[in-house]
């Protein structure tokens, strides 16, 4: 944070000769499928109108070279960014940001939809919507903390609408792939159980950050409490019944399920909508991503099991990244092993889940590599392979050799 670095090259996924490295790199790993996102800017520069073959071409090439290495592309379409003449336009907040999408996404399924068996429409629209907005925009707005933070209502819904419309156009495609959509789910736990204040926070942020999602897609509603106190600070939003008989009209074929730590919340005043969850991590070794508590993986899907009908999950992310600089090589190696830990304990919780009925159908680290993570930039690394980001050399981890392991002991679940 603050550091003012870009995204411009991180891991130069884009040059086809490292990515061919990476790629054999992934398959030494045995995984079976390699999760990527597609950049809208690139194949349509200014949002709409005229598209850049180019990039297309480029994407073409990156799918056959993953599929002729025996794995799977998962394509997610947004993650995050969208071409910048879109963003002078009012982005997300703008309705029209709905019919912008669906012609990016038309172009992308008749392009790819037949090579490509599985597309995301989105990647954690809350994050996008809520928390780097905010985030971003913290030292810049005048605005009231809840007045800023509930403008992202607008945004989350125009997504969610814009969801059921992609997923409906993939449908009338009548590809024989599936799409889904992929949240950051978190369960959401009292920092003290015994304040009332505290176990108040915990309900009201369960419903902005797991139900406000969850709900529509599958029930076709928001959560009252939730949505009544986001309108009272944003009352120019005022969803219709037929927006949400919009949105639970295409039903994700799968959720994608991004799952890092249960968020520990406190009431806290100065803090959106009286939530505070970000800075209540009560671990002696800090990660950037909250208490390591794989137990609430396993509560997580069995909630999806038996609140919302327990659709088809693929957990699409779940790393970490810790404070105690564990991801420096000493003597040639990176013994990071907490982070092996971490991801041994989740799995185990994951196939806890599975084995008492939850619908869970695949699972991804997060990540492949070291790379650009938002407003932390490069100084969190969560990766199972190394990147020196000034010469690009990769060097796989302790935690690449650990799930090596247990992918060779589970290749048959």
């Not at 495609?173 to 920092?191: D, H, M, R, V, Y």
């Not at 969560?382 to 690009?392: A, D, K, S």
């Amino acid at each position: 944070i603050g550091q003012k670095q870009t995204g411009n090259v991180s891991i130069n996924m884009y040059d086809r000769t490292q990515y061919l490295q990476d790629i054999e790199l992934i398959k030494k790993l045995g995984v079976n499928s390699y999760r990527f996102s597609l950049d809208w800017s690139r194949i349509i520069p200014d949002g709409i109108g005229t598209i850049n073959e180019k990039a297309l071409a480029h994407y073409d090439q990156l799918i056959e070279d993953i599929k002729a290495a025996g794995l799977e592309p998962i394509v997610t379409l947004y993650h995050f960014d969208y071409p910048f003449a879109l963003m002078q336009k009012g982005g997300w907040e703008n309705p029209e940001m709905i019919n912008w999408y669906k012609n990016y996404a038309s172009i992308v399924f008749n392009r790819y939809g037949k090579k490509v068996n599985k597309f995301i429409t989105f990647n954690e629209p809350f994050i996008e919507c809520f928390v780097l907005d905010y985030m971003m925009n913290i030292n810049q707005s005048k605005e009231p903390n809840n007045v800023r933070f509930a403008k992202g209502m607008t945004k989350v819904h125009n997504q969610l609408l814009a969801n059921a419309a992609v997923t409906k156009i993939y449908h009338d495609l009548k590809l024989e792939g599936s799409i889904g959509i992929t949240l950051n789910l978190s369960p959401c736990i009292p920092a003290d159980k015994n304040n009332p204040k505290d176990v108040q926070a915990a309900d009201f942020e369960d419903q902005i950050l797991n139900r406000l999602f969850l709900d529509p897609l599958f029930k076709g509603n928001y959560p009252k409490t939730a949505i009544d106190s986001l309108k009272k600070y944003n009352p120019s939003f005022n969803p219709t019944k037929e927006d949400m008989r919009l949105i639970a009209s295409q039903k994700p074929d799968f959720l994608g399920v991004n799952f890092y730590a249960p968020s520990l919340v406190k009431y806290d005043d100065k803090s959106p909508m009286s939530c505070n969850w970000m800075d209540t991590n009560p671990d002696l070794v800090k990660s950037n991503n909250g208490p390591v508590r794989p137990e609430y993986l396993y509560k997580m899907l069995m909630r999806i099991k038996n609140k919302y009908g327990n659709p088809i999950t693929m957990i699409t992310e779940n790393g970490a990244s810790f404070h105690n600089n564990e991801d420096i090589i000493v003597d040639g190696k990176i013994n990071d092993l907490m982070r092996s830990d971490y991801i041994k304990r989740h799995i185990s919780a994951a196939l806890q889940a599975k084995k008492e009925g939850a619908n869970l159908n695949g699972y991804m680290v997060w990540s492949g590599w070291d790379n650009f993570e938002w407003i932390f930039g490069y100084s969190a690394r969560f990766g199972l392979i190394h990147v020196n980001f000034e010469t690009q050399e990769r060097k796989p981890k302790q935690s690449f050799y650990e799930y090596q392991k247990i992918i060779q002991q589970n290749n048959n679940l």
